[in-house]
């Protein structure tokens, strides 16, 4: 089992979890990993190009949002609640809740 | 008395908000600015370059995180606390909260 490397919670910063957050294709990413809790990467790129993707998921990472782990041939990836919620009480939530309300709207 | 243009509560999107949000000179206008209540730019810019910060409050007030209105020769800034609770309902809360507790986190 290998595990891809991400900040430890407590070096954590608002301003790169903010930077995470700023692509829409990222929030995307976030949003299906909190309503999926583990996804492969393929679970939640759809048809999206891989190395795009694979950017994006590597920022998340480096922002300490996102957890990836080898198994196999495949990368499982979660969102890290406990450490987030550890270290920014409540941001997680309120950011899920404005990706939230922004469906809601677009609906 | 002049009013800069910013989005309606309606239009801020997630994104937006999030960039904003990814510089820590931005940051540090933000927390300063819940302080304050209300500022001129010179009461949280400190000795910076004035073009620099008339981006980030550029910046500020189109993501639609800063309300800026020209009294006579200064502009007043302020956080869109009410629009922003409305549009995403304890987010701001939680945003103040992270920048303080990595202030805590570094003195």
């Known amino acids: 089992m290998r ?3 991400c900040p430890a919670t407590s070096e954590i910063t608002p301003e790169r979890v903010f930077h995470a957050l700023s692509d829409p294709v990222r929030l ?3 949003r299906d990993l909190a309503r999926l809790g ?3 990467c ?3 790129t759809y048809d999206r190009p891989k190395s795009s993707m694979s950017h994006h998921f590597k920022v998340l990472r480096e ?5 990836s782990r080898g198994e196999g ?3 499982i990836n979660s969102l890290r609640r406990e450490d987030l919620d550890e270290r ?3 941001l997680l939530d309120a950011v899920l809740g404005a990706i ?3 469906d809601q709207d677009a609906s």
């Open 3 to 5: 595990s891809h490397s």
């Open 28 to 30: 995307e990413i976030v």
């Open 38 to 40: 583990a996804a492969t």
């Open 42 to 44: 393929a679970e939640v």
């Open 63 to 67: 922002a300490g949002l996102v957890h």
């Open 73 to 75: 041939v495949h990368l």
């Open 88 to 90: 920014f009480p409540g």
């Open 100 to 102: 939230g309300t922004t």
